[in-house]
């Protein structure tokens, strides 16, 4: 069975030794941002972080196990990551990840420095990375998904 959502306190060992497996330390774990995962038959197989700003989501990390990667659990993440912020306020969702295709084929597309909000532009992880941006209006984003 499948379990796509945000993690609960009875999911925190599962997400330290998943993390931990693929490399991560445990500074890499925020208490201020939100964590979101999936399971697979009890077993952990991908998580991701994120938080909101304002009307603004900020996709912080998506991490999918090596040997499930391609499986679509990282589209299932962000769309899961996306529906609860957009169902909390959220009008825009950004992510500062390197891989375009990923981001694309769920909408996002490439915002230029001069063309991003104040706000974001004041966050620290962007301004210290030379990674692209990306961002998606949440406005009617899953209005024909069912």
Known sequence: MISVRKAIIDDIDDIINFLSSLGYSDTDIYKDKDFFVYYENSLLLGCGTAYSTKDYCIIDNIVVDVKHRRN????ALV?????YYEI?????AFALNGCYEF???LGFQILKSDEQPELIKNIKDFNESNDVLYYVNLEGYFKNCC
Request: no cysteine; net charge positive; aromatic share 6%.
């Open 72 to 75: 679509k659990i990282g589209t």
């Open 79 to 83: 769309k899961t990551i996306l529906n």
């Open 88 to 92: 909390n306020g959220a009008k825009k």
């Open 103 to 105: 981001w694309k084929s």
